[in-house]
Every structure is written in C-alpha cells, then in structure tokens.
C-alpha cells in the first residue's frame, strides 16, 4: 500500500491506495472536502459487543483501475493534508473549538 499524506501536526490524516482500493482517515470535521466517490463510515462512540463481529458497511466501488484510484488520491491528499496539519497546528496552540476551519 502506497502512503499519499504527508502530515507534521496532525496524524489522525492518513491516505493510501491498495489496487482499486483506496483509503482515507479523516477527522469528520473534513467531510465535506472528501469527494462523494468515498463511502464514508463513521466509528460509534462506544463498541456495541452485539455487532462487533457483523459486517456493517459495504462501500461502493468508485475506481475502475488502480491508476484512477491513484490519481484521485495524489489529487486530493495534499489538500487533505495541509488542512489536518493546520488544525492540529491550531489545536497546539489553545484553539480547540470543534468547528474551528
């Protein structure tokens, strides 16, 4: 899997691709600057022990070749990156509002 984030302040930002499959792992606060070719999933704030074990998500299928999954993540990553950056940079430094942008 090739790594495409590049991050110094802020970790929680990670993309990669694995053959048609690409990922991402974002704070949700960027939601709307991941394009709508993602399914997104979110993590509950508590684990339901009754599903743990279920399959609960099936994500579409967005990249017919890995090079369109490819192209799609060198396109967005740095953008993606240097927004988590600069929050976490902002976050360093006392601003903790949960919508600060």
């Known amino acids: 899997m090739g790594i495409d984030s590049f991050n110094v302040h802020n970790a929680v930002f990670v993309s990669g691709v694995f053959s048609r499959i690409a ?4 704070l949700s606060i960027f939601d709307e600057d991941i394009p709508v070719v993602f399914s997104k999933y ?3 704030r508590h684990r339901d022990h009754s599903t743990a074990k279920a399959k609960l998500f099936f994500p579409n299928v967005g990249f017919p070749t890995c090079t369109a999954a490819i192209g799609m993540m060198k396109a967005i990553s ?3 990156s240097a927004l988590h950056d600069d929050y976490g940079e902002r976050m360093r430094f006392g601003e903790r509002s949960k919508n600060a942008r």
């Open 23 to 26: 990922i991402l792992v974002s």
């Open 78 to 80: 740095p953008t993606l």
């Open 42 to 44: 979110r993590l509950a």
